[in-house]
């Protein structure tokens, strides 16, 4: 009884695959714009995974916020900017929402050992920026102070790098390389998963150097801040108290800081920024390409099968029953609903590594 069912399976497959070789072009139009859909709908359900409902991978990472000056813009808007050092200090001595306060900057730098030279991106960071994302190196300690290494230059390897340039050789940690022409320690490597800033490759993090001017000058704006809530305070909490500093600044030292105040900022909702209206906008739009594919795809299937009648019929006569003639039906409907799929979920992923590529 089992093989005999075995067999009537593989031969309504087999004669539903014939049938739609004979008349190909309403299958291959079917699974076209089934693929269209699929494909754009796998392709922007990713970027909305990753950038809105994925979490950061830090330790409480809702507690992370960032922290912006602001200015008068055209019209009275506000805009946003980076902040200087003596102003990150005075945060860091009067703000009590804000538990932990750090600074760090986007740079590059020139890889000229272990291979040929290459430009690759850099973030300098203070000594609180990787205890306030609760991270472990996987080799290493990157906690170590950098006063450890030679003229106090000491560098963390992200794994992407270690990889492709340290040959995957965990011996790499307490060595010495070349980063623009001069020695740096390597204290860590960190895990493959980890990158700071969210979701933006880097290839070394530094320790952050503030040195001369930048210590005392009010408008020298070049650093960006990250801060940890203390506990039992929020986002709005710490904006106000980080706003009425602001002002007392201003106070102080109104040739510097005249107009200008502070912001808080949860840290995802910083990234994700003004993404989130326009990928869910884009994601409703690919949500009703895929439901036009379908209707165009139910209405292609019914002209196929009303052209199909007299086929029907002779099966009929010659003894097919209804549970017959319905397996090569669905069949059909089967083989072209896996074929779309698969090709969907290529031009997907095709469409996917194209946006990251481009990112």
């Avoid at 902040?83 to 703000?95: E, F, G, H, I, K």
């Avoid at 430009?119 to 190196?137: H, K, N, T, W, Y």
């Avoid at 390409?289 to 165009?296: D, F, P, R, Y």
């Amino acid at each position: 009884m089992q093989t005999t069912a075995r067999w009537t399976l593989w031969t309504d497959l087999g004669d539903s695959c014939r049938s739609l070789l004979r008349r190909p072009a309403l299958p291959l139009l079917a699974v076209a714009s089934l693929a269209l859909g699929i494909g754009a709908n796998a392709a922007l359900f990713s970027v909305a995974d990753a950038v809105l409902l994925t979490p950061l991978p830090y330790a409480d990472s809702d507690r992370l916020v960032e922290v912006v000056e602001t200015l008068p813009g055209p019209n009275g808007q506000r805009w946003t900017g980076s902040v200087s050092w003596p102003n990150l200090s005075d945060w860091r001595s009067m703000a009590s929402s804000i538990e932990s306060i750090g600074a760090w900057r986007r740079g590059s730098v020139n890889l000229t050992s272990e291979g040929p030279p290459e430009r690759a991106r850099a973030v300098a960071v203070s000594p609180e920026i990787f205890p306030m994302l609760g991270v472990q190196a996987m080799l290493g300690d990157i906690y170590r102070s950098a006063s450890a290494a030679p003229d106090g230059r000491a560098v963390v390897l992200s794994h992407g790098l270690w990889q492709s340039r340290n040959g995957a050789d965990p011996s790499v940690v307490g060595s010495d390389v070349e980063l623009d022409g001069r020695a740096h320690r390597v204290l860590g490597v960190m895990p493959p998963e980890f990158t700071f800033p969210p979701r933006l490759p880097v290839a070394v993090w530094l320790p952050l150097r503030v040195e001369g001017e930048s210590l005392i000058r009010r408008d020298d704006r070049r650093y960006s801040v990250l801060g940890r809530l203390a506990p039992g305070r929020d986002v709005a909490a710490a904006g106000a108290e980080l706003e009425s500093i602001a002002a007392r600044l201003v106070e102080e030292y109104p040739a510097e800081q005249a107009g200008r105040g502070a912001q808080v900022q949860a840290l995802f909702d910083s990234i994700v920024g003004d993404a989130r209206p326009v990928l869910l906008a884009l994601w409703g739009a690919v949500g009703f390409v895929l439901l036009i594919a379908c209707a165009n795809v139910a209405h292609l299937l019914l002209v196929r099968s009303a052209r199909r009648r007299r086929e029907l019929a002779i099966r009929a006569a010659l003894g097919a029953d209804r549970g017959r003639l319905a397996a090569l039906l669905v069949g059909e409907s089967l083989l072209v609903a896996a074929l779309a799929g698969t090709a969907g979920l290529a031009l997907g992923r095709a469409c996917l590594a194209r946006i990251s590529h481009q990112i």
